[in-house]
Nanobody, 129 residues
Framework: QVHLEESGGGPVHAGDSLRLSCVAS????????IGWFRQAPGKAREFVAT????????SLADSVEGRFTISRDFFKKTTYLQMNSLIPDDTATYYC??????????????????????WGQGTQVTVSS
């Protein structure tokens, strides 16, 4: 069992930056691929970013490429989503998730929420224009 807790959300203006954190309560942090997803009101949850077990490979959605980065700190068992140049369309509840799958990390792998086994409760990000 893995408990994930997100933090760092809040209200911001367009163009601002935020860094979301996801702390994992597990002794096997490096065995999990970590992903970030988001869900806006009335919309389906969508993939944002994912990072491999070692942190050496990442993948981001086209909509956030060049603005968001994902990283992980193994000592702190924390995954970060750095969000720059925020726009109103980024408004959503952001969730981190952990996958215990061993699927090769390439292409579109780990972009589906169905590939993840554990989820946090989410943190709200609201971007005003």
């Amino acid at each position: 069992q893995v408990h994930l807790e997100e933090s760092g959300g809040g209200p911001v203006h367009a163009g601002d930056s935020l860094r979301l954190s996801c702390v994992a309560s597990t002794s096997s942090f490096s065995r999990f691929v970590i992903g970030w997803f988001r869900q806006a009101p009335g919309k389906a949850r969508e993939f944002v970013a994912t990072i491999s077990w070692s942190g050496g490979s990442v993948s981001l959605a086209d909509s956030v490429e060049g603005r968001f980065t994902i990283s992980r700190d193994f000592f702190k068992k924390t995954t970060y989503l750095q969000m720059n140049s925020l726009i109103p369309d980024d408004t959503a509840t952001y969730y981190c998730a952990a996958s215990q799958s061993s699927t090769t990390f390439h292409g579109g792998a780990y972009h589906s929420e169905h590939e993840y086994d554990y989820w946090g409760q989410g943190t709200q990000v609201t971007v005003s224009s």
